[in-house]
Structures are given as C-alpha cells and as structure tokens.
C-alpha cells in the first residue's frame, strides 16, 4: 500500500528566489506540500534561473539544485488583476513564504496584516536578511555579509590567515531550515485555533543563535574565540585536522578515553600518563608540546591506515573532496543522491532530503520552466474559466 506523503494536502506559495528561501521550501516539498512559485515575469523570474556556470534558457543546474517539485506560476504582483489572483491563491492556500528584504512584505502586503481578509488561517513566514525590525530592516543581506557580521569569518581559516568564510553557504541553509521550521510550527498553531500569524526568520538571527556556546562563554566570561591552527576545537584537544602521510585526517578526542585510544594506536601510551597530558586542561596548557608529537606520529602513515587503525576507538575521518564526500558508502547507503528527469538536461543527480521518514518524495518532478503552471493553477487551484485567464493575461496579470 503507497505511503501516504506527509505534507500532502499543504499548499504554500512561495515569493522566493535565489538560494536561501528555495532551499528552505524544497524541504515542504520533499515532504509532498504543493509549493507555487510565484515568479516575476518582468524580471524573467527567480535570479537562479540564470545563475552560471551550468545555465541555458532561463534554467540552470544551480536552479534545478532548489526547486524541484514546485510549481511556476508568473503573476505581475504590481497589477491590480495580479494582486486579485494572489489574494484568491491566498484563499486555497495554508501559507504565503518569501525572502525578500525585511521592510518589503508589509510594503507589498504580503504579510498576516494584509492577507487575513482573504484567509484567517493564512500563516505568512518572511525569511530575510536582518529582520522586520531593527536599524538594518532595508537592507539586503546575504550569507557571505552574514558570516561577516556574526562572527564567522573571524574565527575560520588558519590563525596567521585572512578572515574565511565557510565553503558552503551555511547561514543560507540554516535560515532555510529555520524559516520552515517556523512556517510549520504556524501551521501547526493555525490547525488547532483557526488563526494564521506572521513568522519572522532573518540570516542574521540564525547566525548569531548558532553561534551557541560560544556566545554562552563570550557573554559571561573574559573569553573571546580565535582562529585556531589545523581547524583545532577551542578547548578539546587533540580534536583537529592531522597531516598524514598521504593526505589529511581529523580526529575528535571529546572523551578522554579516545584520546588514550589514540596514543595506544600511536605506540605512544607515555603520552596519555604523562602528567602535561592526561587529562583537557593540561593538554590544553601544553598545547605546544603535545601537538608537535602527534604531527610527527601522523605524518608516519597513510590517512586509510590511520582510519582502519583508529575505527571504532577514535572518532575520526578523512578530509573529503566533495567527489568523495557524494560517493561515500554512508551517504550512498543513505540514499541521498536522488535522480530527477529533466527535459533537456537529461538525467540530473541532487542531494535529496536529510530527513527520512515513510512517504518523502523519491522520484521529484525537475524544477518548473518559467511560468509552467500557471495554466494550471489557475484552472485547477482556482477554478478559473479561459476566458477569465485570457482577460486576465490581456490585463498583464501574468506578464506579457
């Protein structure tokens, strides 16, 4: 018996482009909510549609990577016809998502205040750089100016280098997260009381509350984090990267026990006895003496001979490639490299969802043309006759 979608059923439009609010919405997605993008037809749509170096006619790999399993439908939102479709999508739907700057959603009326008339139950969730409120609310805010201002930058990279960011966009996908994560837990408070409410995510928010402990030892003590050597924890040691003989590994000693594995798989046990080392803070104190010894041990073997030797005993890893990491045993027997068909481009390989549960979405349509259902939309969400759709894309509802 076909298992059920657990989203099936959730309509939610999206005002979204670019990374971190598709991202976010891919998740509903995944999970078999009905997600309409509402695309601008003046501005050719979502920016990722055309975002290098993998991009022909209006679609790119970069775009496929977050809208897959959506819906396109373009609405000139600066009509009065354009706005009269929304508000009556807003009438069969559960929630309205948007990224845009966070003075923008009231200004468009895209927030509770503006679409509870049309549908009392509406959850409106804004994902945006800094916020509704605040000295910063009309300024445009991306992952890397994020990481800047919370922090990041200063604590990543080698101690003697230049600030870094993270490789990835990691505020990006965390605000993607944590804004569906609001929008479901509105959705879930609109089931039991009948009313909507606006949810109110920002990068800068979800930087600075991830920055967790160590705003918890930076706000009450003397403390102030820095840019450690080998990507080293700030307090746990040995817990960085190793130069082996052959590459790099990492091991994670948060116990003192793996720290006594790892000297005993070194043939160095005098160096879990000796008092400078034997247990975090004085490791931590001798940090100078201690690091040395174990470069030198690593750097004696090849980084598989260090992980068949350290398995099980030692947290530790290799430091993938991204080649590696999507060709790893576990990612692979996870099943997270998902296949999607796509028109022109063939077969497209993805990253699926990281959250497994019966029913999540393992054959997804690619990520809508521009505009693709708006046909549809209109004829099957909102039952309009054709010749409501022709007068409506003769008054530019749709775009020209």
Known sequence: MPIRPPLEGVRILAISQFGAGPFGTTVLSDMGAEVIKIEDPGAGGDIARYVPPFASDQDSLYFQAFNRGKKSVTLNLRTESGMAVLHDLVKASDGVYNNLRGDLPAKLGLDYEALWKFNEKIVCCSLSGFGSTGPRVSEPGYDHLIQAYAGYMSITGEPDAPPAKCGVSIIDFAGGYASVLGLMIGLFDAQRTGIGRNVDVSLLDTGIAMLSYFASWTLNRDWEPTRQAASSHQSLLPSQNFRTRDGWIVVFCAKEKFYENLVVAMGRPELATDPR???????????????????????????????????????????????????????LARKLILEVEHPEYGTIRQVGSPIKMDGVIEHPTPGPALGQHTDEVMAEVLGYSDERVSSLRAEGAFGK
């Open 277 to 331: 080392f034997s247990n975090f803070p004085g490791r931590l104190e001798n940090r100078d003496l201690i690091i040395p010894e174990l470069e030198k041990e690593f750097a004696k073997r090849d980084t598989s001979d260090w992980l068949e030797r350290l398995r099980g005993t030692v947290p530790c890893a290799p430091v993938n490639s991204v080649s590696e990491a999507l060709q790893d045993q576990q990612v």
